[in-house]
């Protein structure tokens, strides 16, 4: 059986294969590549067997999850985020890297022409089956329909060798979960190992690449209107494209450079990404353990964190200061305990213990540990609730993750965030 990608709860899986690190856009991670490299990416994804969800964001796109958080969510979990505008391309430049734009039908074609090699089929959805379909927006020539045997030999003229494995509509707005496991089970039986959705409606797009990608092991590819413009040839499709989008494009752009501009201005500081990586995870409760004069949920509130905080702190000084900063914000409490394996005079307070006074029920929870040396001992007096941890972050002094824990990029100096796996 195919082995899907594995990640961790809500975070996108680490860079494989040499990808550059992802960079934040608008809260979303871009990982910055050029037509050519991401079409070798996406072959290597579909040799491997991968379950797969890649996605083309735009400046409508990003801009979009910005207000709808089910699609920023998607986005943030997915496999892999392509900038696909000039906007977002810039923004995703980053550490001297250059700049790099994935566009829709260039990205299509340079995919079918490596995968001719490799033997690949391709499916693809959002085209109509026959033709009886609407007009296409973008098509070719005046009058001719965007149909499957259409577009099929679109691609058999410039690739004779690439191979179609099927071709049908995206399912409606009010299709049930049996018509898209239906769906997942004709690609299947297809043998196609890259599937191209296309067509109107972006957000369709997104959310039909991470649903299907969670039913049957591909690599599904949320391409924008790529279908459409490959007719009528790269550049003239995309001044149509301009031309056609650009009241509402106005709009978009300019929330999207609201939204990064924004996280720019908050993103100035050693616990932006940190943030990011708890929004990814949905964490909403941060046990600090060893809080010291409370700097570190300072940091977090100053990047953006707003979920609750629980500081651990026994030293009567550092807690009296701790408690002046908590008066203000009702979502950090302050306990006068320090965390261990109740073991000996300084084994602290076993975390079981006081499980049901600190946590809620549904609250995903991340651990800061603070005191070098002592990480074991605390996890230890977690006990049965140590696996209810989905993220920690220690000082470093580990070896290597401990078991069913992968470390995240590097944040806040010095310190190891990790997070569970699934």
Request: hydrophobic content about 40%.
């Amino acid at each position: 059986m195919s082995q899907a990608i594995p990640r961790t709860h809500g975070h996108p899986a680490p860079p494989a294969d040499g990808l550059p690190r992802p960079v934040r856009c608008a809260g979303i991670p871009l990982t910055p590549l050029a037509p050519g490299p991401a079409a070798d990416a996406l072959v290597r994804l579909a040799l491997r067997g991968a379950a797969a969800d890649i996605h083309l964001c735009g400046a409508d796109t990003l801009a979009h999850a910005v207000r709808v958080p089910g699609l920023q969510r998607l986005l943030r979990s997915a496999t892999l985020n392509l900038p696909a505008g000039r906007g977002p391309a810039r923004a995703a430049r980053s550490g001297g890297r250059p700049e790099a734009q994935v566009y829709g039908p260039d990205l299509l074609l340079d995919t079918v022409r490596a995968a001719q090699r490799e033997g690949l089929s391709h499916y693809l959805l959002g085209v109509e089956s026959g033709g009886t379909g609407g007009p296409a927006a973008g098509a070719g020539r005046p009058g001719e329909e965007l149909t499957a045997g259409l577009l099929t030999a679109e691609l058999l003229v410039r690739y004779p060798e690439a191979r179609v494995a099927g071709a049908e509509p995206l399912p409606g707005r009010a299709a049930t979960a049996d018509v898209w496991m239906a769906l997942a089970a004709r690609i299947r039986e297809s043998g196609a190992r890259l599937v191209w959705i296309g067509g109107s409606g972006g957000a369709r797009q997104h959310s039909a690449a991470a649903r299907l990608a969670a039913a049957h092991p591909a690599v599904y590819v949320a391409a924008g209107p790529a279908f459409a413009l490959i007719r009528g040839g790269a550049r003239r499709g995309r001044l149509r494209a301009r031309w056609q989008r650009w009241p509402t494009g106005v709009w978009g752009y300019a929330r999207f450079l609201r939204a990064a501009a924004r996280e720019r201005c908050r993103g100035r500081g050693p616990y932006h990404e940190l943030v990011q990586l708890l929004a990814d995870a949905e964490v909403d409760l941060v046990l600090d353990a060893g809080a010291d004069a409370g700097g570190y949920v300072a940091g977090l509130r100053r990047a953006g964190y707003r979920g609750r905080v629980v500081s651990f702190e026994v030293r009567p000084g550092p807690r009296a200061h701790l408690l002046r900063c908590a008066a203000d914000d009702p979502g950090w409490s302050v306990l006068p305990y320090a965390l261990g394996d109740g073991n000996g005079p300084d084994g602290g307070c076993r975390l079981d213990a006081l499980w049901h006074a600190v946590t809620a029920p549904g609250e995903r929870l991340f651990v800061r540990l603070r005191a070098p040396g002592h990480e074991e001992r605390l996890l230890a007096g977690a006990g049965r609730y140590a696996a209810e941890c989905v993220g920690l972050q220690t000082r470093g002094e580990w070896g290597g993750p401990p078991p069913g824990y992968t470390a995240a990029p590097p944040t806040v100096p010095g310190d190891v965030v990790l997070f569970r796996r699934r």
